[in-house]
């Protein structure tokens, strides 16, 4: 259990017992929701148990790999916080060596749509579906790289942004892709930015009103959806693009084969596109 340090510094210096020595730690905790209460407690303080007990004299581990993420350059939302407390502690320290790892984007958080629109609904995109950029990493080619921080020497304390092969792709390109691998005619809703702020500002009132946490953490999710909808991911230095799997050959295998259920990211799509279609009328083109 990451969120016990006692057992968890105990089950390290068991491993390193046993296999004459820890090598390196990588962790890839995040938060499942990204509401304050779970952040704090995953991305930063889970996080902060392993990197102590890989530090204790019973383990004394060697380096340390964070997959952190992209978005924490511009951070206005809590779990991006709460992940750059934990990089400055990570830093901070002097008895591992580490690499933080930034990717921009997984190709599953930008899958999620696909089972919606093969279910017949339209490919739900905000703005004009121009508004931002990005070129995700699958978690095939994030894992390799992840593995070779390890003995990479050149990777040791550097914070490192990382993105897939692929050029810049706009949301309206994502969903060109979506209909082509499906093998559907373009279906698509373009709802308004403003959607967001009218959804989080009714849902933080309540919470200030009431004094509610169930609506402030609604209210941080609507801020998380925004956040997705507003900000690039994107690196375009070829030092920060690696792997050899695009998005568009992502969405064919998924299309063809399926992917793994995701509960949390299903729903969210599904919710998206309900809320959305009840506001707004569909656009049949996408050009």
């Known amino acids: 259990d990451v969120c016990d340090a006692k057992v968890l510094k105990k089950t390290l210096a068991s491993i390193a017992e046993e296999n004459n020595g820890i090598e390196s730690i990588v962790s890839c905790l995040a938060s499942r929701s990204g509401i304050k209460k779970e952040a704090y407690a995953i991305d930063y303080q889970a996080t902060l148990n392993c990197l102590n007990a890989g530090r204790d004299k019973s383990v004394q581990a060697r380096h340390f790999v964070l997959l952190s993420a992209f978005c924490v350059k511009n951070p206005w939302l809590q779990f991006q916080q709460a992940k750059l407390k934990f990089e400055a502690e990570l830093q901070e320290q002097s008895d591992m060596t580490w690499s933080i ?91 308004p930015l403003w959607i967001f702020d009218v959804i989080i500002d009714s849902l933080q009132w309540m919470a200030d009103t009431f004094n509610s946490e169930k609506f402030e953490n609604a209210a941080e999710v609507g801020r998380i959806g925004k956040y997705y909808a507003v900000e690039d991911m994107l690196t375009t230095d070829p030092e920060e693009k690696f792997g050899t799997m695009t998005l568009r050959d992502h969405y064919q295998k998924i299309a063809e084969e399926g992917q793994e259920y995701d509960p949390y990211v299903s729903l969210l799509a599904k919710l998206r596109s309900e809320l959305v279609l009840r506001w707004l009328p569909r656009k049949k083109q996408l050009a």
């Not at 699958?138 to 921080?149: N, P, Q, R």
């Not at 040791?156 to 706009?170: A, F, S």
Request: glycine residues 8%; contains cysteine.
């Open 101 to 191: 790892i930034r990717p921009t984007a997984f190709f599953k958080s930008l899958s999620a749509q696909l089972e919606v629109v093969q279910q017949g609904s339209p490919f739900v995109m905000f703005g004009d579906g121009e508004v931002t950029r990005c070129n995700p990493i699958s978690e095939a080619d994030l894992a390799t790289y992840l593995i070779d921080s390890i003995t990479e020497k050149k990777r040791e304390n550097k914070i490192i942004n990382l993105g897939g092969p692929d050029d810049p792709i706009t949301m309206k390109r994502q969903g060109e892709m979506l209909f082509e691998a499906v093998g559907r005619e373009p279906d698509v809703v373009y709802a």
